[in-house]
């Protein structure tokens, strides 16, 4: 992604984390995961910022379906650098949204 300028800290002067916040990254991984797979974001499940830059993983709605339990999910793992922008991705896992929530009730 491109016409993020948001600098760092390293870039502003400082040698600490990351400006950019974890909120902004993961609306940044969204947009962008959506940009690139074609698909529906669903949801951010995990988000840490590693020496090589932000790890993210999401959901994404690859088929909808009627009901909504039937859904199929894939999830996906980017990294985007500490701009915002994606530097690699792949998909890790793909499901039905029942599954996901069997998943849950499980580890409840």
Not at 15 to 41: C, F, V, Y
Request: hydrophobic share 35%; proline share 5%.
């Amino acid at each position: 992604m491109t016409g993020h300028k948001t600098p760092t800290s390293a870039q502003a002067g400082g040698a600490g984390p990351p400006i950019m916040s974890g909120a902004d990254i993961a609306k940044l991984a969204k947009d962008e995961m959506s940009k690139l797979t074609g698909l529906q974001p669903d949801s951010v499940c995990g988000l840490r910022h590693e020496s090589d830059g932000w790890h993210v993983t999401l959901d994404m709605v690859e088929l909808e379906r009627i009901p909504q339990s039937s859904d199929v999910l894939d999830t996906y793992e980017a990294i985007l650098d500490d701009q915002g922008n994606v530097v690699n991705y792949q998909r890790t896992r793909r499901f039905s949204r029942a599954d996901s929530l069997s998943d849950k009730a499980v580890e409840a």
